[in-house]
């Protein structure tokens, strides 16, 4: 427990210190964030790079897992292209395909190294327990890995909502590995929680930095690897839900994005203005008070994630039909599969 606790504080110490030098570095390189459409809530530019110390306040996480594996080492390697591949993206654009490749590349960096959703849990069974995947299991891990990276830079559109939701989501994991008796997942995701409150008071409306892609995909990409071997590869009934809902804010927020524009014969790379924080900001709500009510979203949906990890099928039955009325009065009350007559187009990413 101890270790927990050590790997919050200096995850946070350090990231915290750094964030102001991220800022005079992103001057520097010029990785600023100009506003360049009315989907772009902050009106002057911002630098970004804030990642860059969100992801050194998570290495020294490492200085207290004690020992080295061959997952260990595909995570840091998986990250550490992931982070090259945002520093890159926010001084100069990249080519989607290119982002694409590298996601796909540092997911196969996981799974080459152990990291793989092999078996899920099947809660129904009698003779067995548990579903092989077998083949299966290559590309389904890679759809986690390079879905959960993009949803979580896809809600990375206010100051301080990444981050916080980020926080919110890592240390519902670490709780979860850490009564499944996944001690170092634990402590990983402590780190990274500390790593991500440490740059929250710069990110904060109003921001002094942006994470940026560097933040955004090394947060999705860390949680999503993280994630497999701390919660989807458990023996808890329903084990595969309890992730997508500890991240079920971004993921939620990116399916709706996707089914409204489908459902809109839009084209899913056309950004609009219907994501959950445009609707609220819509509805004369200020940054900071939309940022908290999608704060109070996300925890509600990870106490669920930590409920139904402790729960047999009957009670995650009932958490899970609690979750989809919760759900369904939200898609309706903020009317989130209708399209917005402000939707633009935008190059770079879905947001």
Known sequence: MINLILALITAFGISYFFTPLAIKLAHKLGAIDVPKDNRRVHKTP??????????LGFLSAYFYIGSFNSKILGMFLGSMLIVLLGVIDDIKEINPKAKLTGQILAALIA?????????????????????????????????????????????????????GVSAI??????????????????????GLTGAALGFLPYNFNPAKIFMGDTG???????????????????????????????????IFDTTFAIVRRLLNGKPIMQADKGH?????LSKGLSQR????????????????????????????????SLNI??????????????????SVKDSKVIK
């Open 46 to 55: 911002i630098p970004r790079l804030g990642g860059i110390s969100i992801f």
């Open 111 to 163: 799974i080459f190294s152990g990291i793989r959703i092999s078996w899920v849990t099947n809660p129904f069974g009698i003779e067995s327990n548990l579903i092989a995947l077998g083949v299966l299991s290559i590309p389904i891990t890679i759809i986690w890995i390079v879905g959960i990276t993009n949803t979580v830079n896809l809600i990375d559109g206010l100051d301080g909502l990444a981050a």
């Open 169 to 190: 989501a890592s240390i519902t994991l670490a709780f979860i590995a850490y009564v499944n008796n996944q001690e170092i997942s634990a402590i990983l995701l402590m």
């Open 216 to 250: 955004s995909l090394f947060l999705g990409y860390i949680l999503s690897v993280i994630a497999i071997d701390a919660v989807i590869k458990s023996a808890t009934a329903l084990a595969v839900i309890i992730p997508v809902l500890a991240l079920g804010l971004p």
């Open 276 to 280: 959950l924080h445009h609707r609220l």
């Open 289 to 320: 008070q939309t940022v908290l009510i999608l704060y109070c979203i996300s925890s509600f949906l990870c106490i669920s994630a930590l409920i139904l990890s402790r729960s047999d099928v009957f009670e995650s039955i009932l958490v899970l």
């Open 325 to 342: 009325v919760f759900i369904y009065y939200g898609i309706t009350k903020l009317d989130l599969l209708s399209l917005d007559d402000s």
